[in-house]
């Protein structure tokens, strides 16, 4: 499923943003190689990330987990607005692409503020749209990653093919030594 040119990447850097690793923030550096690769999303509206962000990008991180593990609609609306409210969100219309479309971050916001705004709308729009039962937890027993399920019929339940597959071998060996 794909939601929108402006949301889908917003929605995998959150997914992104959430499972990674504690090295992908141990410092200025290994922020800055992470969040390389949503370059083309922010460069020309935030700053680039500075050390003084680390602790504000981790309780981000920890934000954006309540909203992909929310139980409810309710829950992940409140919790989205929450994000919103405090990132300084406010809808505008842009045209530094050459189109108009819409952008929600300050502007020359800080990179904690795009980063916040930027992922609460993407997950915002996929909420509005398709319900919390878009979001997810892996179902790996070993797996703690979040995920946004794109499937036609909603089926997902699992972060990526590998913990699928983990899964099913672990159940096939389960079958076959009974």
């Avoid at 609460?120 to 790996?140: D, I, K, Q």
């Amino acid at each position: 499923m794909y939601f929108n040119h402006y949301t889908n990447r917003p929605v995998k850097l959150a997914e992104a943003l959430v499972n990674a690793e504690e090295d992908d923030f141990a410092d200025a550096k290994a922020m800055e190689v992470f969040l390389d690769g949503y370059r083309e999303l922010w460069e020309g509206v935030a700053k680039p990330a500075r050390a003084t962000e680390l602790v504000a990008i981790r309780n981000l991180r920890s934000a954006l987990r309540g909203v992909l593990t929310a139980p409810d609609d309710a829950s992940a609306a409140t919790k989205i607005n929450q994000i919103l409210t405090s990132h300084g969100a406010a809808p505008r219309v842009s045209l530094h692409s050459g189109e108009p479309h819409l952008h929600f971050e300050p502007i020359n916001s800080t990179m904690t503020s795009w980063l916040g705004t930027t992922t609460a709308m993407g997950l915002a729009a996929v909420l509005v749209e398709h319900g919390v039962n878009r979001f997810g937890e892996c179902e790996a027993g070993f797996c703690q990653h979040v995920y946004v399920d794109t499937s036609r019929n909603k089926s997902r339940r699992h972060c990526s093919s590998t913990c699928s597959t983990r899964e099913a071998v672990a159940a096939y060996r389960k079958r076959k030594a009974e």
